[in-house]
Each structure stands twice: as structure tokens, then as C-alpha cells.
């Protein structure tokens, strides 16, 4: 399971292809006739946060109506001023639909963006 977030769970798919892959061109998340940003449309994504930034936030999830294949990373621009006062986080981790991400990867309707900060422990 390399790649996977530890504890995420996979969104079943009849044809045991992640999603990213199952959906293609003309397929919402949710089926075929619901696709933002296909026509220059804007998509909505909801955006995961954990630790500080959850607390900044006062919430684990945000909505966000976004351009059409705007980066992953660019969503931190997005966010609230409280959460991102400061710039990202130094070694922050993106993980889109539930796999870790490049900050570069483009962002459909539907997506769900993870914002994982670095942990320390022993």
C-alpha cells in the first residue's frame, strides 16, 4: 500500500480502478452530465485539514469553488486568512482523493484535497 495514507479508506469502484483513473474525461465524481471546469466552469473541492490547521480553521473540512485544473498546491492560497497566515508549513504533504500528491497535480470537481503537516515524536 505504498503511496496510501495510513488509515484512509478507498472509495469503492466496480471496476477496481482508483478513482482519478475510473472517472476520465466527461465523468464527474458523481456520474456522467455532472463535470465542473470541464467548460471553463469553476469546480468545487473539499479540502481536509488536520492539527494546527484545523484548529486555525475551526473546522477539519473546507469547500472551496476554485479555476477548472487549478494545482493542488495553489489551494493554500484559497484557504482563510487565519489558516494561511504565514505561507504552507515547511514538509506540508498534499494527498488528493486519498493519495499522496505533487503540489502540481491539477484538481477536478469533486476532489478531496488532504493538507498533512509534519509530525515529530519519538
Given at each position: 500500500?505504498?503511496?496510501?495514507?495510513?488509515?484512509?479508506?478507498?472509495?469503492?469502484?466496480?471496476?477496481?480502478?482508483?478513482?482519478?483513473?475510473?472517472?476520465?474525461p466527461?465523468?464527474?465524481?458523481?456520474?456522467?452530465?455532472?463535470?465542473?471546469?470541464?467548460?471553463?466552469?469553476?469546480?468545487?473541492?473539499?479540502?481536509r485539514?488536520?492539527?494546527?490547521?484545523?484548529?486555525?480553521?475551526?473546522?477539519?473540512?473546507?469547500?472551496?469553488?476554485l479555476p477548472?485544473?487549478?494545482?493542488?498546491?495553489?489551494?493554500?492560497s484559497?484557504?482563510?486568512d487565519?489558516?494561511r497566515?504565514?505561507?504552507?508549513?515547511?514538509?506540508?504533504?498534499?494527498?488528493?482523493?486519498?493519495?499522496?500528491?505533487?503540489?502540481g497535480?491539477?484538481?477536478?470537481?469533486?476532489?478531496?484535497?488532504?493538507?498533512?503537516?509534519?509530525?515529530s515524536?519519538?
Amino acid at each position: 500500500m505504498e503511496g496510501r495514507i495510513p488509515g484512509a479508506t478507498r472509495r469503492s469502484v466496480s471496476s477496481g480502478v482508483p478513482p482519478r483513473v475510473a472517472r476520465g474525461p466527461g465523468r464527474g465524481p458523481r456520474g456522467p452530465g455532472i463535470v465542473g471546469g470541464m467548460d471553463g466552469s469553476p469546480i468545487r473541492i473539499s479540502v481536509r485539514l488536520f492539527a494546527s490547521l484545523r484548529e486555525a480553521a475551526g473546522a477539519g473540512r473546507i469547500e472551496l469553488e476554485l479555476p477548472a485544473a487549478t494545482p493542488v498546491g495553489a489551494v493554500w492560497s484559497h484557504l482563510p486568512d487565519p489558516v494561511r497566515d504565514g505561507g504552507p508549513p515547511d514538509g506540508v504533504r498534499y494527498a488528493l482523493n486519498h493519495e499522496w500528491t505533487l503540489p502540481g497535480a491539477p484538481l477536478r470537481d469533486g476532489d478531496e484535497v488532504a493538507l498533512v503537516l509534519p509530525v515529530s515524536g519519538g
